[in-house]
């Protein structure tokens, strides 16, 4: 079973750039599948924001590509969600979430992970 913490939210200005950690216990995550997740006011349900498979290969959320990456250092157990140009609308509660396998052909919904972190909150000012 795997165990996933978050770090690194916190409250910024529109424009600004941050990074989410998440690390991973547990288990060696050369094999997993990784994605981040967030949940908005408003909406239901968790919206999902990047995806990567143990391949390497990542895919995102039309809402944040070219301003998002996601990576991960297997030899670390952490998986990174890198924000940049952050705007008010990326507010949310962040979350990591993990399923052993290195592809998924659907790395951006819920249902393609098994384990989940608690999440970390990102607020965005304008």
């Known amino acids: 079973q795997v165990q996933l913490a978050e770090i690194g939210g916190g409250s910024v200005h529109a424009g600004d750039s941050l990074r989410l950690s998440c690390a991973a216990s547990?288990?060696?995550?050369?094999?997993?599948?990784f994605g981040w997740f967030r949940r908005t006011p408003g909406k239901e349900g968790r919206e999902g924001v990047a995806?990567?498979?143990?391949?390497?290969?990542?895919v995102y959320a039309d809402s944040v590509k070219g301003r998002f990456t996601i990576s991960r250092d297997n030899a670390k157990n952490m998986i990174y969600l890198q924000m940049t140009n952050l705007k008010p609308e990326d507010t949310g509660m962040y979350i990591c979430a993990a399923a052993p396998g290195p592809v998924s052909e659907i790395l951006l919904l819920p249902m393609s992970y098994n384990y989940w972190g608690q999440g970390t909150q990102v607020t965005v000012s304008s």
């Open positions: 547990g288990a060696a995550i050369f094999n997993y599948r």
């Open positions: 995806g990567l498979s143990g391949y390497g290969h990542s």
